[in-house]
């Protein structure tokens, strides 16, 4: 009775075993199925986010580049902007000096309005001329007016015309003037004046001395001599050597104006 126990138990108990290696393999197998699947889901996600990531480098590189593009095109545009506040700057500086020049073009035409008017009578008597010549106010006095052949001394008509002169001259406290002495071609040799440069020099200086003691300004006055080197007309001629002799009084330009237009050296 014994024996037929055992035998009847332990097919029992090989049976049992063999339901319990079954379940654990199947709940094995689905863990596996469970881990697959999560491992791809994994993958998937890990793929999308790879595609999400170069979608957003990709999308990132296009706004560098804009921001890029968008830069250059500022910094053309800030270059284009100062090179017109630059041309808009020199356009003021050329309209301003044109302004000054045009304004001391017409002072310098009322200056010879009034020259003329006031030396009127010595003009019409032929001891003196006015003109404009390069810009510049010319009284042109010959000397045979002011001074005798080959000497620097005044004469009495001399005098008198410089100091009428002078008084128009004194009332320009504004202005510079340069006394120029002129000969002709032919040569002096003296002690006092060894050749036309000291002859001309010294007739202007003569002038100069002339004008200050009758008023007019010292730091406005300057004298220059040329001999015969700047003359009017043709030394060949007894009148052309008449005309080169003379006495010129010039009243310069404003050199503050004409100094604007110099061009600027870059440093």
């Not at 990709?58 to 506040?85: I, S």
Request: with cysteine; aromatic share 4%; glycine share 4%.
């Amino acid at each position: 009775m014994r024996f037929v126990t055992l035998i009847i138990t332990i097919p029992f108990i090989l049976l049992m075993s063999a339901c319990v290696s079954s379940s654990k393999f199947e709940a094995a197998l689905a863990e596996k199925e469970a881990m697959s699947q999560s491992l791809e889901s994994a993958q998937n996600e890990i793929s999308r986010n790879k595609e999400q990531l170069k979608k957003a480098e990709q999308e990132l590189a296009a706004a560098r580049a804009k921001v890029t593009a968008t830069q250059n095109e500022l910094a053309e545009l800030e270059a284009k902007k100062q090179a017109l506040q630059k041309e808009l700057s020199d356009s003021q500086e050329k309209m301003a000096t044109l302004s000054n020049i045009e304004a001391e073009t017409k002072r310098r035409n009322e200056i010879y309005a009034q020259f003329v008017n006031r030396l009127k009578t010595m003009i019409d008597g032929g001891q003196l001329t006015v003109s404009i010549e390069q810009g510049r106010i010319v009284i042109n006095l010959p000397n045979n007016v002011l001074f005798k052949s080959g000497s620097a001394h005044l004469n009495p008509d001399g005098k008198e015309a410089l100091t009428q002169i002078a008084a128009v001259l004194s009332q320009f406290s504004d202005r510079r003037f340069q006394i120029e002495g002129h000969t002709d071609n032919l040569p002096i040799k003296s002690a006092r004046f060894p050749s036309n440069w000291e002859l001309s020099t010294s007739r202007a200086l003569t002038v100069v001395h002339l004008l200050t003691d009758m008023g007019v300004a010292p730091e406005n006055i300057s004298a220059a001599g040329f001999g015969e080197f700047h003359p009017r007309a043709d030394n060949e001629t007894e009148e052309g050597r008449k005309l080169n002799r003379r006495i010129e009084i010039i009243m310069l330009p404003n050199l503050d104006i004409l100094s604007s237009e110099l061009p600027k050296v870059a440093p």
